[in-house]
C-alpha cells in the first residue's frame, strides 16, 4: 500500500539508536522532515546527519525526555522552526532492572520520568498544536511487559502499562480535532536494550514466541509509519503488540 505524507514534520524520541532510530529512517524516507530526539548530542546528530546524507529531511535536539521544562522548550523550538508538528512518536525508553524488595527509589523514579512521564510531557506541548491544525498522530511506544509484567520489571512494567491510560486518555481528548494517539507494544527486539541478555535467557524468551525469532526495529517501525500515515485516520485510542505471537 502506497501511505501519504503530505510535507509532515515529526518528532521521534530515541531516534538515535534502535527502533527509534529504525523509525526515523522510514519516515524519511517517506518524505517526511524528521526531528530526531535523543539524550547525548553526538546520538541524534548522527542519526540526522545519515538521514540527510540519503536525501532525508532531518535536525537533531539533545535532551532528556524525562525533564519537563527541556521538552517544552524544545517542542517551542521546533514549532517556531517549523511552524507545526503533525507526527510525535513517543519512543525513548530505558531499562534499570531489579527486584522490587531492593530496587531504589531512583530506579524507580527514573524508569517513570524516562519511559511514561516523558510522554505527557510531549503530548501536552504538541497535541494542542496538532489539533490546531485539524491533524495529528502520536504513537506512544510501550511493551508486552506493559500487558504481561516481569518480575525484575516492576518499574519498566508500571511504566509501559501507564502509557495505555494516557494513549486512550489522549485519544479521547483528542479525537474531534482529527488527531490520533496509539500505542504500540513490542515483544522482544535485537537493539542495544536486548544485547545484553545471555544465551539461556534468550532460549527461554524463543520458546515463548510462536513466531520463533526474535524482532527486528524494522517489524516496529513498518507499523508505526503505518500509524503515522494517512490512511490510519480511523484508528485511535488502540495497542498494536508486535511481538511473533508472545501474548495472545
Ligand atoms: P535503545 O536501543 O536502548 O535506544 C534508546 C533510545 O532512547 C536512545 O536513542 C536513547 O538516547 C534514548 N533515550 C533514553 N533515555 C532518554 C532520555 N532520558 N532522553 C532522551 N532520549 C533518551 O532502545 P530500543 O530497544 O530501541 O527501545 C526503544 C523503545 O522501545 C523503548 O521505549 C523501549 O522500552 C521499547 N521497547 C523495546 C523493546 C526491545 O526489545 N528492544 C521491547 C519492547 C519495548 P541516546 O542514543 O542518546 O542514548
Known amino acids: 500500500m502506497?501511505?501519504?505524507?503530505?510535507n509532515r514534520v515529526a518528532v521521534v524520541t530515541g531516534a538515535g539508536?534502535?527502533?527509534?532510530?529504525?523509525?526515523?529512517?522510514?519516515?524519511?524516507a517517506e518524505g517526511v522532515h524528521v526531528v530526531c530526539v535523543s539524550r547525548n548530542a553526538e546520538s541524534c546528530g548522527a542519526a540526522a546527519e545519515a538521514l540527510v546524507a540519503k536525501g532525508g529531511k532531518a535536525s537533531a535536539e539533545a535532551l532528556d525526555v524525562?525533564?519537563?521544562?527541556?521538552?517544552?522548550?524544545?517542542?517551542?523550538?521546533?514549532v517556531e522552526a517549523h511552524g507545526k508538528v503533525d507526527i510525535l512518536v513517543n519512543n525513548a525508553g530505558i531499562?534499570?532492572?531489579?527486584?522490587?524488595?531492593?530496587?531504589?527509589d531512583a530506579e524507580w523514579d527514573d524508569v517513570i520520568r524516562t519511559n511514561l512521564s516523558s510522554c505527557f510531557y510531549w503530548a501536552r506541548a504538541l497535541a494542542p498544536v496538532m489539533a490546531r491544525q485539524r491533524w495529528g498522530r502520536i504513537i506512544n511506544i510501550?511493551?508486552?511487559i506493559g500487558l504481561r509484567g516481569n518480575a525484575g520489571q516492576a518499574n519498566y512494567?508500571?511504566?509501559?502499562?501507564?502509557?495505555?491510560?494516557?494513549?486512550?486518555?489522549?485519544?479521547?481528548?483528542?479525537?474531534?480535532?482529527?488527531?490520533?494517539?496509539?500505542?504500540?507494544?513490542?515483544?522482544?527486539?535485537?537493539?542495544d536494550m536486548t544485547s545484553?541478555?545471555?544465551?539461556?535467557v534468550t532460549e527461554v524468551i524463543l520458546g515463548e514466541i510462536p513466531l520463533r525469532r526474535l524482532?527486528?526495529?524494522?517489524?516496529?517501525?513498518?507499523?508505526?509509519?503505518?500509524?503515522?500515515?494517512?490512511e490510519s485516520g480511523y484508528i485511535t485510542g488502540q495497542t498494536f503488540t508486535v511481538d511473533g505471537g508472545m501474548v495472545m
Open 157 to 191: 512494567a508500571a511504566a509501559k502499562a501507564g502509557i495505555f491510560g494516557l494513549t486512550k486518555s489522549l485519544a479521547r481528548e483528542f479525537a474531534k480535532r482529527q488527531v490520533t494517539v496509539n500505542a504500540v507494544a513490542p515483544g522482544f527486539i535485537e537493539t
Open 17 to 28: 539508536r534502535g527502533i527509534g532510530r529504525a523509525i526515523a529512517e522510514e519516515l524519511a
Open 196 to 200: 545484553g541478555l545471555d544465551e539461556k
Open 215 to 230: 524482532g527486528q526495529a524494522s517489524d516496529i517501525s513498518k507499523i508505526v509509519t503505518f500509524l503515522a500515515s494517512a
Open 2 to 6: 502506497d501511505l501519504t505524507f503530505d
Open 142 to 144: 510501550s511493551s508486552v
Open 66 to 78: 524525562g525533564d519537563a521544562a527541556a521538552v517544552e522548550a524544545a517542542a517551542a523550538r521546533i
Open 95 to 104: 531499562t534499570r532492572d531489579g527486584l522490587v524488595m531492593r530496587m531504589k
